[in-house]
């Protein structure tokens, strides 16, 4: 007899196969949706009536097995397929994929979620955000570009914006010393007298006279030096508050900075021989030149004439005049040109300089010379002597530092390795002072000294840089984002994290590709990429949806049949009760 049980079974079977096409439908509605992850459906079949529970075997019977007749089928649940889609390039290394396993963590207000989708841009306040504006999360870095892992935060690429500089700390050499050359012998000389080429005096009546027969000492005043273009008139050469300025002096060539003396009412003529000792960058703290004189600016007491000696070396010859030395006033006026120079001797010795630029913490480009001088050779090899000397120097003039270098007889190197320089830049602002290297011998570069026509040396390396701004970012298999400078300078600017889940398929699915953890997921295991199992960042790249469609047309053709066959059971069992309906009349 006809059942109206079978309509409810039928039933059953329309309502699960057309919750199976929703699903279906779902899964190819989104086969070009980034990152998205397809979803099965399973059923189950009803709880079945009992009829009987069947019998065990007897003595006289054998045993039966249970009676039961199917109440139809039911949705068991839903399974989510988390395996990766495969990876498009795009082209744009802002677009993020991630090959294996995790997520990346993005930001909702207070809400911590989930997604797979690493179509990434920045804002207007450079946050890196996701397509619907979500704040991707991350670790920052501290103030030396080192990743802080920890605390996750949200990313920020201020491209455009940040600009940074770099201190130099290493400058590299490479050339060769020419071993065959003169061994250093003597510095130039020149001597100041007053304008009439006779020696400096005292006016009369000067607080602290020399003591006979000296015409000039040390200790007497400036301001109570006589002119020498008015001998006997008592008119000062100098008067508290003049600058004298030393202009436009040469060593080896190069053009040394301008330096300024402002005198004071208590300034004395060591003070001014210190000054010149400073201003053309003389080393007096290394003993005499090879001819036995002293570097540095002296005073022959009974003439009262000033002398001048560089140090040793072709390198170190110094060009001065007496245009070079001039007085002004307080207001900028030119007062005088208190001396009458001449060269008495040009320095002489095997010798080479170079000249190079490094940057101070401000990005300040800083010029820097640096001369070598053969200064001795023995049965053991070669010595020479390094002087480095800066313009842009803010403390007692150019030099920079100075010391010995030894090679051997093969034309080796034997030390030092490399040498420490200081430059001071009081007063500019920039972190005082700037310390750096001279590497004689590193990263493949050296210096040698082996016989040769002429000494060669240039630095081929220095590690600072000017000013420069962010241009562009990229992001490493590991998560960090590598920020490229317009100076050329790469720094780390964070690492994007990732969540890892103890059951992926426990999370729930909202919009736009997101995920929030749910009660089988377990916590959210936040760490870098490429760690406790997580997948590797891919740049340029995004995931595409994981939907086969082949496998989904023939699913969707199975939910077609099954629901075709669940209406047709209905319709038979509508037949037949129409049929029986029949036999009443």
Known sequence: MASTTSLFIGLSGLNANSRNIDVIGNNISNVNTNGFKSVRLNFANSLSRTVSEGSAPGDAIGGSNPTQFGQGVTVAGTQRNMSDGSLTGTGDSRDLALEGQGFFV????????????????????????????????????????????????RLQIPVGDLTIAEATTQVNLSGNLNASGAAATNGSTHTLAGSGGLGLSLIAGATTPPTAPNALETTSLLTEIESPAAPGSGTPAFAAGQTIRVDGAEKGTQLLGPQGFLVEAASTVQDFLNFVD???????????????????????????????????????????????????????????????????????????????????????????????????????????????????????????????????????????????????????????????QLNFNADGDRVTALSDTDSSIVSTFQDGVPIGTLSSYSVAPD??????????????????????????????????????????????????????????????????????LGEEFIELILASTGYSASARVIRTSDELIQQLLVLGR
């Open 106 to 153: 993005v930001e909702r207000g207070v809400d911590q979620l989930y997604t797979r989708v690493g179509a990434f841009r920045t804002d207007r306040e450079n946050f890196l955000t996701s397509i619907d504006g979500n704040y991707v999360m991350g670790y920052g870095v501290d103030e030396n570009f080192n990743v802080q892992q920890g605390q996750l935060q």
């Open 278 to 436: 400073n201003a053309l960058g003389i080393q007096t703290g290394i003993g005499p030149n090879a001819d036995g004189t002293q570097p540095g600016a002296s005073l022959d007491p009974l003439t009262g004439i000033l002398s001048v000696t560089g140090n040793q070396g072709e390198a170190n010859d110094i060009e001065i005049t007496g245009e070079d030395i001039r007085v002004f006033n307080a207001d900028g006026s030119l007062s005088s040109q208190p001396f009458l120079i001449n060269r008495t001797a040009t320095a002489g010795g095997e010798s080479v300089r170079t000249s190079f630029t490094v940057y101070d913490s401000l990005g300040t480009p800083l010029r820097t010379d640096l001369s070598m001088v053969l200064e001795s050779k023995t049965n053991t090899g070669t010595t020479w002597r390094y002087y480095a000397e800066s313009p842009d120097d803010t403390t007692d003039g150019p030099q920079i530092g100075t010391g010995l270098v030894s090679f051997d007889n093969f034309g080796q190197l034997i030390d030092p390795q490399s040498a420490a320089v200081t430059l001071d830049r009081d007063g500019t602002g920039a972190a005082s002072p700037l310390s750096f």
């Open 479 to 548: 998560g960090i984002i590598t920020g490229t400078f317009s100076n050329g300078l790469l720094r780390s600017l964070g690492q994007v994290a990732v969540a890892d889940f103890t059951v992926p398929e426990g999370l729930v699915e909202i919009e736009q590709n997101l995920y929030r953890p749910g009660p089988n997921s377990g916590p959210a295991i936040v760490t870098e990429p490429l760690e406790l199992g997580t997948g590797r960042v891919v740049s340029g790249a995004l995931e595409t949806s994981n939907v086969d």
